[in-house]
């Protein structure tokens, strides 16, 4: 694989909070391989550097999207480029999602804040195979109703026939949704936990709490998936800066079942 970054024209930016846009590029010049739900690629922006994003759907062919949040100096360039900017793209990198799910399993993804981003493909995958599972369902908890990620698209996911339930932790008095944590959307949405294939992703101690939730209502932990996050610098295992425990994160995950997360989630991020 080349460490080359690839050059990607920005042709949409779409603001999706104060603090979170969705970038959509095309290839300039030949497209990177086809990346599958839950890898991610090494974002550069040019003369500052590179960050590991998530892909978050695809556009066309060989075009690619994804949603980032602006929190240090390589997010907020790339969170500010408009159309026609070139950025840099290395990829595919990381393990993905386990798709497809077994037949007539019950789909469930929990995401939490910028988590729902990753697990925006999925969802595209169950909504393209809905008869192959037995239920499929997405639960989304934010800060904020003006913290949540792609709500003009809660409503053409239901009419594909996907459950979405939303929760905030903090509601104005126009919120008619729940509000609380989103664990405790977890009792009205698991009724067969048997059968249910689970996709967590978010911030470590969500991930951790709705893991250890699912599994004391009896879904086996084995059918768990979580994505993993720790700074990721070279995207190919050789720096060693993404190293969780025995797993070098860029390599091994992101995502994994969740016993190998188990003991590592316990491990704080320095």
Excluded: K
């Excluded at 939490?112 to 192959?132: D, F, K, N």
């Excluded at 949540?148 to 026939?161: H, I, K, Q, V």
């Excluded at 295992?237 to 989630?265: F, W």
């Amino acid at each position: 694989m080349t460490m080359t970054p690839a050059r990607y024209l920005v042709v949409d930016r779409l603001a999706e909070t104060a603090d979170t846009v969705t970038l959509t590029l095309e290839p300039v010049d030949r497209p990177l391989p086809v990346f599958r739900p839950g890898q991610f690629a090494m974002l550069y922006a040019f003369g500052v550097g590179e960050v590991p994003i998530s892909i978050s759907g695809r556009s066309g062919a060989g075009g690619l999207i994804h949603t980032l949040r602006a929190v240090g100096a390589v997010t907020r360039a790339l969170a500010a480029v408009q159309p026609g900017a070139i950025i840099g793209v290395r990829g595919p990198f990381g393990t993905p999602w386990d798709l497809p799910a077994p037949p007539g399993s019950e789909v469930a993804l929990v995401a939490g804040g910028i988590g729902l981003a990753p697990l925006r493909p999925v969802i595209h995958h169950l909504i393209a195979h809905r008869r192959r599972y037995r239920r499929a369902v997405v639960l989304i908890g934010a800060r904020t109703p003006d913290d949540l990620l792609y709500p003009d698209e809660f409503d053409t996911w239901r009419a594909g026939g996907v459950d979405v339930h939303v929760t905030v932790d903090r509601a104005d008095a126009g919120w008619p949704d729940h509000v609380g944590v989103v664990t405790t959307l977890l009792d009205r949405c698991i009724t067969n936990p048997g059968q249910v294939a689970a996709y967590l992703c978010g911030p470590e101690v969500m991930m951790r709490l709705t893991a250890r939730a699912l599994i004391d209502r009896g879904v086996a932990a084995a059918a768990i998936r979580v994505s993993l996050e720790r700074n990721m610098r070279c995207g190919i295992g050789h720096c060693g800066h993404c190293q969780l425990g025995p797993l070098l994160l860029c390599r091994d995950g992101p995502v994994v079942g969740y016993p190998v997360a188990a003991p590592l989630l316990a491990v704080r991020e320095l």
